[in-house]
T-cell receptor
Framework: QKEVEQNSGPLSVPEGAIASLNCTYSDRGSQSFFWYRQYSGKSPELIMFIYSNGDKEDGRFTAQLNKASQYVSLLIRDSQPSDSATYLC??????????????FGQGTILTVHP | EAGVAQSPRYKIIEKRQSVAFWCNPI?????LYWYQQILGQGPKLLIQFQNNGVVDDSQLPKDRFSAERLKGVDSTLKIQPAKLEDSAVYLC?????????????FGPGTRLTVL
């Protein structure tokens, strides 16, 4: 059973701070990694994806991938109260008959307080 | 572009009853997914269709859950009979394909409560 683990929350940061969300995965062959945001009572929406080792930046969001350590993270700079949500890490199966299957972590609840 | 549509949005049933959920994916999306999301957990894939064929149903409790996508467009997920532990949000998602570049778009979900 392939596993995706996220840092336990909830995580609370003040407005303007950097929020750091972490995720580890068990399948060393995984190649594609996704961060979804899910507001309470809503469906997940994609924030970023990353395939290559290193950093990928998109506005206030930076995804970091270290395949050797099987670790992926999401940094949110200048956190805003509107960033308060559950953040889901997802790993894409890329082989066999499971191609396209996402395995999600349990999610980390982020609260940004004014 | 219209998003993924799901109905009903909410459903309350008693245990041992049956229930069905409907999903209409984004036009042109060949791949359709049904996820179960229990409160406080991430979504868990139940079944994945590529057009009208099943690609993965390894986590579908086949003794009580069934799903179909007969014409390769919309899909239904059925539970019969329901158990208390089936209380969850059932999310439908679709994507153009299955490559690493294909984003999955989620519908609003159906919140099922089994009493």
């Amino acid at each position: 059973q392939k596993e995706v683990e996220q840092n336990s929350g909830p995580l609370s940061v003040p407005e303007g701070a950097i929020a750091s969300l972490n995720c580890t995965y068990s399948d060393r062959g995984s190649q594609s990694f996704f961060w979804y945001r899910q507001y309470s009572g809503k469906s997940p929406e994609l924030i970023m994806f990353i395939y290559s080792n290193g950093d990928k930046e998109d506005g206030r969001f930076t995804a970091q991938l270290n395949k050797a350590s099987q670790y992926v993270s999401l940094l949110i700079r200048d956190s805003q109260p509107s960033d308060s949500a559950t953040y889901l890490c997802a790993v894409l199966d890329a082989g066999g008959t499971s191609y396209g299957k996402l395995t999600f972590g349990q999610g980390t609840i982020l609260t940004v307080h004014p | 572009e219209a998003g993924v549509a799901q109905s009903p949005r909410y459903k309350i049933i008693e245990k041992r009853q049956s229930v069905a959920f409907w999903c209409n994916p984004i036009s042109g999306h060949a791949t359709l997914y049904w996820y179960q999301q229990i409160l406080g957990q991430g979504p868990k894939l139940l079944i994945q269709f590529q057009n009208n064929g099943v690609v993965d149903d390894s986590q579908l409790p086949k003794d009580r859950f069934s799903a179909e996508r007969l014409k390769g467009v919309d899909s239904t997920l059925k539970i019969q009979p329901a158990k208390l532990e089936d209380s969850a949000v059932y999310l439908c998602a679709s994507s153009f394909g299955t490559s690493s570049h294909n984003e999955q778009f989620f519908g609003p979900g159906t919140r099922l409560t089994v009493l």
